[in-house]
Nanobody, 119 residues
Framework: QVQLVESGGGLVQAGGSLRLSCAGSGRTLSTDEMAWFRQAPGKEREFVAKIRWSDGPTTYADFVKGRFTVSRDNAKNTVYLQMNSLKPEDTAVYYC????????????WGQGTQVTVSS
């Protein structure tokens, strides 16, 4: 089992910044990848960014490239999402997720943290 706890969400004006954190505990040694997803009201959950746990290659959704940065601290079992130049359309609940080694899907999810960007 892996437990994930997100933090860092809040209300920010357009153009502002927030940094989300996701702390993992439990069976974290089996982590292959950690990712961020988001879900806006009335919309499906969508992929935002991911990072490979062992050596750090990252992947981003096109709509956040150049604005968001995903990073990790292996010693703290924590993944971060630095969000700059926020737009009202970035308003959503942000979730972190873990994909374990040998598995194709993200098996563990956090409870989510609300990000609201005002215009």
């Amino acid at each position: 089992q892996v437990q994930l706890v997100e933090s860092g969400g809040g209300l920010v004006q357009a153009g502002g910044s927030l940094r989300l954190s996701c702390a993992g505990s439990g069976r974290t040694l089996s982590t292959d990848e950690m990712a961020w997803f988001r879900q806006a009201p009335g919309k499906e959950r969508e992929f935002v960014a991911k990072i490979r746990w062992s050596d750090g290659p990252t992947t981003y959704a096109d709509f956040v490239k150049g604005r968001f940065t995903v990073s990790r601290d292996n010693a703290k079992n924590t993944v971060y999402l630095q969000m700059n130049s926020l737009k009202p359309e970035d308003t959503a609940v942000y979730y972190c997720a873990v994909r374990l080694v040998g598995l194709a899907e993200y098996s563990y999810w956090g409870q989510g943290t609300q990000v609201t960007v005002s215009s």
